[in-house]
């Protein structure tokens, strides 16, 4: 499944949606999923500070989160 991630107020989490803006999977903090940087998928695991109160990419603190692009491989 692939699509863009986008922040799910409802829900309180970040979700894989299509081109329309439509939810198509939920993710959790600590799960892992594949973005797309620089023509590469990249495995990350999203994770969420209390303290900052932000959503963050464990060891890629520096990439926007809400926008990217990112798979998820279904068993």
Same mark, same amino acid.
């Given at each position: 499944?692939?699509?863009? =991630?986008?922040?799910?107020?409802?829900?309180?989490?970040? #979700?894989?949606?299509? /081109?329309?803006?439509?939810?198509?999977?939920?993710? /959790? #903090?600590?799960?892992? =999923?594949? @973005?797309?940087?620089?023509?590469?998928? @990249?495995?990350?695991? =999203?994770?969420?500070? #209390?303290?900052?109160?932000?959503?963050?990419?464990?060891? =890629?603190?520096?990439?926007? @989160?809400?926008?990217?692009? #990112?798979?998820?491989?279904?068993?």
């Amino acid at each position: 499944m692939t699509g863009i =991630l986008m922040y799910s107020k409802e829900d309180h989490c970040y #979700a894989i949606t299509d /081109r329309k803006g439509r939810l198509q999977k939920l993710i /959790r #903090a600590g799960q892992q =999923l594949y @973005v797309y940087l620089c023509e590469v998928w @990249v495995p990350v695991i =999203l994770q969420y500070s #209390a303290n900052l109160g932000n959503w963050y990419f464990k060891y =890629l603190p520096g990439i926007e @989160v809400a926008g990217c692009k #990112a798979m998820i491989k279904e068993s």
